[in-house]
């Protein structure tokens, strides 16, 4: 059973939502917030497996939450909830570590399909969406970085460089660990330093990284 907080100003968003999600047995609702604090409150009390949140929310908004939540307590997946005019959160919540984005408009089977993915571990991007935050990438102070993908990369191990690209296909830990036969420590260990000499942030930066230079 996968443990879900939903998280939105609208409570018509949070209904229509929450009959998406009871199509599935597999996804179980154990609370709902308007907001990023009410939100940090009910944390307090129960932790989910996955929180889907709105972006764009009144006090506290979906990319501060985010980078809250990902500081006390890693092993939540937060999706966001987005819409297109919204580049500069979108990238700001990718810095905070969001492991995933998906559109506000999309069909239950999507955001089931969602939930799943970030629960297991992969990295969650809509297409049309990374490709805003690749462009948004690559028109803000992130432009000198940008400059020097291509160098930057060949500071990678050539099996640091099979993991970062393993890690920008969406497999998990021990996908990975299966491929190259490695265990899920060793992966971890990879991938860390691997964050650490790209100077990124998270398994989706990564990930967007890896995308924006082929």
Sequence with gaps: ??????????????????????LDEEIRIIGEASNGRELLLLLEKQLPDVILMDIRM??????????????????????????????????????????????KDS???????????AYSG???????????????????DYNSKSDNEATNLTLLTPRELEVARLVAEGKNNREIGNSLFLTEGTVKNYVTRILEKLELNSRTELALYIHDTH
Excluded: W
């Design 1 to 22: 059973m996968i443990n879900v907080i939903l998280t939105d100003d609208q409570e018509i968003v949070r209904e229509g939502l929450k009959m998406m999600l009871s």
């Design 58 to 103: 009144p006090g506290l908004d979906g990319v501060e939450t985010t980078e809250i939540i990902k500081r006390e307590h890693p092993e939540i997946r937060v999706i966001i909830l987005t819409t297109f005019n919204e580049d500069e959160y979108i990238f700001r919540g990718l810095k905070n570590g969001a492991d995933g984005y998906i559109l």
């Design 107 to 117: 069909g239950s089977d999507d955001i089931i399909k969602a939930i799943k993915t």
């Design 122 to 140: 992969n990295i969650l991007l809509n297409p049309e969406v990374a490709a805003k935050v690749v462009k948004a990438l690559n028109t803000t």
